[in-house]
């Protein structure tokens, strides 16, 4: 490698930042991206993918930035994934526990209803048209998973091989589009029946969204929130790189066991995909760093900004480098699944949440809403609406109930993947019909036992 492919390498992800900024500067100056909340990556990334040489051209990007582009979330996606571990505390009172037990539930439960609706969808139009294998795959990956898992979906194909793998990641990108904006517009829509209805806790009719949550950034520097501790002194290392060090080794360690089990020809082992590695080894670590006592090196607010800046890149990236093209040949069947996703997602969560959930059930449902459309600040930014200051227990419930939601999610995609590939759509039909049934039957059991019959 010489150092011209490392300038070019660094010229591609210098256009790439510009725009990500263009984006950032566009999200705050026009009202209906204020309005549906749309992040700066996915606005920039449009952009370049609209002025790029896949649509109209007149930015004649070189092929090796598109091909770069489409390379980095699937790459990115392994120390986003690999993080997710670090820092985790389950600890919360018995009050809180018995709410997120439910809500996790719930939350892992309706991730299952969105894949056999996604591979449901194959099989609706399997005599119209010739999908790959894993097609449908990408409803529950981008509504629950968001932009971000779209680099995983292709991490996990590009490994195996498989060429299709740009076009399951387009397509991934497409429905966390359609969730992320359906979600945040349908959120707001249910907020205000809801107030009018007499179902918020708190919110007795819609109240304003404060203008720093559309525009993107806080002007007065005294309200502006802290990114988290400096747990080491920069004297010695700057924090933030200890954090991101601490990730890298152990993706790098990952990749040497995953190197291992290849070159043994482990069966099972040298199948598994890379991030399953790393959340194992991350587990790991981070048990042992507790063990030793030294878990007060790490802040779980410095971590989350650390993927948090790795995810918008990938995002913006997948975006950029979206084969318009080949999604558009099944632009019918995505509308499908997206639409019924969220009659699905909606229906469900609502029904489960009222019924089985005790105090706050609409917060604690819009809150898994934006999760299971969007990601995890989606749910917050839904949830503050309702509770502005935050005075309800439902934010520590919900930010506890979607950190197990998304360790269990993360371990089962290989199963998936597996099924999929041996065994077709109707084999990942069972599996998730089967997984989605048993939470859901597990969340009513557990509710009952903890509350007995609730009445809402």
């Not at 109240?207 to 080491?232: A, C, H, L, N, W």
């Amino acid at each position: 490698m010489s150092s011209k492919i490392l300038a070019d390498m660094l010229y591609a992800l210098g256009v790439l930042s510009m725009f990500l900024l263009l984006g950032t500067y566009i999200r705050a100056k026009v009202g209906f991206l204020q309005e549906t909340f749309m992040p700066a990556s996915v606005i920039g990334g449009f952009l370049m993918l609209v002025l790029g040489p896949i649509m109209l051209n007149w930015l004649p990007f070189p092929a090796d930035w598109m091909k770069l582009y489409s390379l980095i979330p699937g790459i990115l996606i392994v120390p986003v994934v690999a993080s997710v571990p670090l820092g985790l505390s389950i600890k919360s009172s018995e009050g809180a526990i018995k709410n997120v037990l439910p809500l996790a539930l719930i939350g892992m439960a309706i991730s299952m209803f969105q894949f056999t609706l996604g591979f449901g969808t194959q099989i609706a139009f399997a005599d119209m048209y010739d999908f790959y294998a894993t097609f449908g795959w990408e409803l529950g990956l981008g509504y629950v998973g968001g932009h971000g898992t779209a680099g995983l979906l292709g991490n996990m194909l590009q490994s195996m091989n498989l060429p299709y793998w740009e076009t399951a990641q387009g397509v991934a990108v497409t429905t966390a589009t359609f969730g992320i904006v359906g979600g945040i517009i349908l959120g707001m829509v249910l907020i205000n029946w809801a107030a009018r209805s007499g179902h918020t806790a708190l919110l007795t009719k819609p109240s304003d969204i404060p203008e720093s949550f559309k525009v993107g950034y806080i002007k007065d520097i005294s309200k502006q929130p802290s990114m988290g501790r400096e747990t080491t002194l920069s004297a010695s290392v700057d924090s933030y790189a200890f954090h991101t060090a601490i990730i890298l080794a152990v993706c790098a360690i990952s990749y040497w066991i995953l190197g291992l089990a290849k070159g043994a020809k482990i069966p099972v082992l040298q199948d598994i995909s890379i991030w399953a590695y790393c959340i194992v080894v991350m587990f790991i670590v981070w048990g042992v760093m507790g063990k030793l006592k030294l878990d007060y090196l790490v802040d779980s607010k410095v971590k989350s900004k650390i993927s948090g800046s790795l995810t918008e890149f990938a995002v913006i990236a997948a975006i950029a480098s979206l084969p318009i093209k080949a999604v558009l040949t099944y632009l019918v069947p995505i509308l499908v699944m997206c639409l019924l996703g969220y009659v699905l997602t909606i229906g469900f969560l609502f029904i489960m949440c009222r019924l089985f959930l005790k105090e706050y059930w609409f917060e604690q449902m819009i809150a898994t809403m934006g999760m299971s459309t969007g990601v995890f600040l989606t749910g917050v930014l839904l949830l503050r609406i309702c509770d502005p200051d935050f005075k309800t227990p439902v934010l520590a419930n919900y930010s506890l109930a979607y950190t197990i939601v998304s360790v269990s999610y993360f371990a089962v995609l290989n199963i998936f993947l597996n099924a999929l590939l041996t065994g077709g759509a109707w084999s990942g039909v069972w599996i998730s019909l089967g997984l989605g049934v048993v939470e859901t039957i597990a969340a009513i059991v557990i509710s009952r036992a903890l509350f007995g019959k609730i009445s809402n």
